[in-house]
């Protein structure tokens, strides 16, 4: 089967920095994507890693390892309204998008 | 300005009463789909359509329809509603199935009860 695996919930502090983990069995691989959801809203777009390595947009950073089925999205710096969840979500070989359950980042002062 | 529309936000109905959760994008996107989102799970898709005319299952369609008759709208339809379809709803679209990111609705609160 099919599986993507985050931790559910991590806390950091106002001004650090956090790594969300994200590891992956799919059948197939045709890019990985990180969204953000606030509690109530709807997801958007972070980043999407299709190749090996890291790629860095401002105080998120996002990197992948196709050999491990690994990524994982650092953040810097971090602010309050940086508290949300973060997606992580595989395509597949059928460039269907399989999604893990999220991990809830709290963020305190 | 860039969106995708969902309406109604929140809707609460009987058991077996029909009802329909609208989903409009203005972005010319053909690739849209309908998720569903209970807490601890990840998001679960429905259906989806790659075009006009085209739609298919996702991973869970059990007790909804879909139509597109239109490239900017994608109707959800749920012809008798049941409680363990109490959930929230996301209506996304992209510019195509690949590689794209998806442009997510603002959601629908669905109570059945």
């Known amino acids: 089967g099919q599986n993507i695996d985050q931790p559910t919930e991590m806390t950091a502090t106002e001004g650090a920095i956090v790594q969300i983990n994200c590891t992956y069995q799919t059948s197939g691989f045709n890019g990985l994507f990180w969204y953000q959801q606030h509690a109530g809203e709807a997801p958007t777009f972070l980043s999407y890693n299709v190749l090996d390595g890291l790629e860095e947009k401002g105080r998120f950073s996002s990197f992948l390892s196709r050999s491990k089925g690994y990524s994982y999205l650092l953040l810097k710096e971090l602010q309050m309204k940086d508290s949300a969840s973060y997606l992580c979500?595989?395509?597949?070989?059928?460039?269907?998008?399989?999604w893990g359950a999220g991990t809830k980042l709290i963020i305190k002062p | 300005e860039a969106q995708v529309t969902q309406n109604p936000r929140y809707l609460i109905t009987v058991t077996g009463k029909k009802l329909t959760v609208t989903c409009s994008q203005n972005m010319n996107h053909e690739y849209m789909s309908w998720y569903r989102q209970e807490p601890g799970l990840g998001l679960r898709n429905i259906y989806y359509?790659?075009?006009?005319?085209?739609?298919d299952k996702g991973d869970v369609p059990e007790g909804y329809k879909v139509s597109r008759k239109e490239k900017r709208n994608f109707p959800l339809i749920l012809e008798s509603p049941s409680p363990n379809q109490t959930s929230l709803y996301f209506c996304a679209s992209s510019l195509s199935e690949v590689s794209s990111p998806l442009h997510f609705g603002n959601g629908t609160r669905l109570t059945v009860t």
């Open positions: 359509s790659m075009n006009v005319e085209v739609t």
């Open positions: 979500a595989v395509m597949d070989s059928n460039y269907q998008l399989i």
